[in-house]
């Protein structure tokens, strides 16, 4: 059993960053492919970025590609997202969430085994 815990979140004006951070406890991190997603209110749990065990691999959505990017620290049970050029249709709150298995494109909820609570974000124009 995994235990995710995001942290980073805000308000922040449009053109602004943040950085997220979603730590893990009580399992095998490095062995967990890692993903961010978001959901905006009144819309589905969306895809924004993932990485496999060793960090070796990302995939973006079309969205976020050039603006975020995922990295992760095996020694600090914890991946990271960076958010750059934010704009207000970024605004959602984030999740983290692990998924087991091999090392492919996941983008969908059910390929993940395990979510953290989430963390808002809002952009204002």
């Known amino acids: 059993q995994v235990q995710l815990v995001e942290s980073g979140g805000g308000l922040v004006q449009a053109g602004g960053s943040l950085r997220l951070s979603c730590t893990a406890s009580?399992?095998?991190?490095?062995?967990?492919?890692m993903g961010w997603f978001r959901q905006a209110p009144g819309k589905e749990r969306e895809f924004v970025t993932s990485?496999?065990?060793?960090?070796?691999?990302?995939y973006y959505a079309d969205s976020v590609k050039g603006r975020f990017t995922i990295s992760r620290d095996n020694a600090r049970l914890t991946v990271y997202l960076q958010m750059n050029s934010l704009k207000p249709e970024d605004t959602a709150v984030y999740y983290c969430?692990?998924?087991?298995?091999?090392?492919?494109?996941?983008?969908?909820?059910?390929?993940?085994?395990?979510w953290g609570q989430g963390t808002q974000v809002t952009v204002s124009s």
């Open positions: 969430a692990a998924g087991r298995g091999g090392d492919y494109d996941r983008r969908f909820v059910y390929e993940y085994a395990y």
């Open positions: 009580g399992g095998m991190f490095s062995s967990y492919a």
């Open positions: 990485i496999n065990w060793s960090g070796s691999t990302t």
